[in-house]
């Protein structure tokens, strides 16, 4: 298990972003999408929680076998996806990641947000106060990202709201910009396989990483087209968004709906108190099923040799970078 803390300063309030992250996930997962591979969101409901209230239960599955590194392709089924499941009671959300193929790998990020630069460090007390690990902020505008995914109307560098007035930040802008906000993500991932756990956890943060500085850069740059969307608005644009997402990939289930009335089972529905088990279904789509009567091949090997991890492997995923900086340990 590899454990790391994530600080993301945004240039906004806690209560602009709940709207912002709401429009940036919906838009991220439609531009990411193709045939055939991208996200497919399943269910996407209230929910109830006794202790943190209400809430937003979303599962989607994410098809990227094309994404993944040479020795990644190797050994992992055509039909490949992660499973997502995230629990929003905004400013507080949980959201685990699971994978088809391989059952002791998860993914487990708590996320808070308060309006501060970073400087909060018993935030994750309750949650880890006697775990090591170590902190990494990520600046949305030093940090650099691929130049192949850089586009200069995303980079907060050159970017001005017109809305707001906010853009064209500075080399130390968290220390005087008002107003400021921190997303901070406790991030736990598990590969449990002796001889890979410690290079796969780690390739999985740097990826992690990455994703997250491109997400809010994002999520910053288009605040012009979701400052003055009310929670029912962007509501109704997560559910536009999310169906024309699937049929973008070739997915075509029933309408989404986003009601008042969780329909999920207690089980499903139940919030997580560690990391994730495996998905409940590892069915693929229809769409990409093998036919019943195709003959099977008898050629196949029956084993596979797993290629090098110290070859170089590129996962061509938006916002892929691992940046220089070095995080600092967490002071106990």
Not at 10 to 36: A, F
Not at 269 to 291: G, Q
Request: glycine residues 4%.
């Amino acid at each position: 298990m590899l454990l790391k803390e994530y600080r993301i300063c945004m240039p906004l309030t806690v209560d602009e972003y709940k709207i912002g992250q709401l429009y940036m996930i919906s838009k991220h997962s439609h531009e990411q999408s193709d045939r055939g591979e991208g996200v497919e969101v399943v269910q996407n409901e209230p929910f109830e929680d006794p202790h943190h209230g209400n809430g937003q239960f979303t599962e989607k599955r994410v098809y990227l076998n094309s994404k993944l590194p040479g020795w990644a392709r190797a050994v992992v089924p055509k039909i490949f996806y992660v499973t997502e499941k995230a629990w929003n009671y905004y400013p507080y959300t949980i959201t685990e990641y699971t994978c088809s193929f391989l059952p002791k790998f998860s993914i487990h990020i708590e996320t808070k947000y308060e309006d501060n630069k970073g400087s909060n460090d018993s935030i994750f007390d309750n949650e880890a106060k006697d775990v090591e690990r170590e902190v990494c902020f990520i600046d949305i505008a030093c940090d650099e990202i691929p130049e192949r995914y850089y586009k200069e109307s995303e980079d907060p560098k050159h970017f001005k709201s017109e809305k707001t007035g906010r853009g064209q930040l500075r080399e130390g802008w968290r220390d005087s910009h008002q107003p400021i906000m921190c997303s901070y993500k406790l991030v736990t991932v598990k590969f449990e396989v002796w001889g890979l756990q410690t290079r796969v956890e780690q390739f999985v943060h740097k990826v992690v990483r990455d994703i997250l500085l491109i997400g809010h850069r994002q999520a910053f740059a288009w605040v012009d087209e979701w400052y003055d969307m009310t929670m029912d608005e962007v509501r109704e644009f997560e559910r536009a968004t999310q169906e024309a997402t699937n049929k973008k990939i070739g997915i075509f289930p029933p309408a989404i709906s986003i009601s008042s009335i969780p329909l999920l089972p207690s089980s499903v529905r139940s919030a997580p108190s560690s990391a994730p088990s495996t998905p409940l279904s590892t069915d693929a789509p229809e769409f990409l099923s093998v036919p019943k009567d195709r003959p099977r091949k008898k050629s196949a090997p029956e084993t596979l040799t797993l290629p090098d991890l110290e070859k170089k492997a590129t996962l061509n995923l938006p916002g892929m970078h691992s940046s220089d900086k070095p995080c600092r340990p967490k002071s106990e």
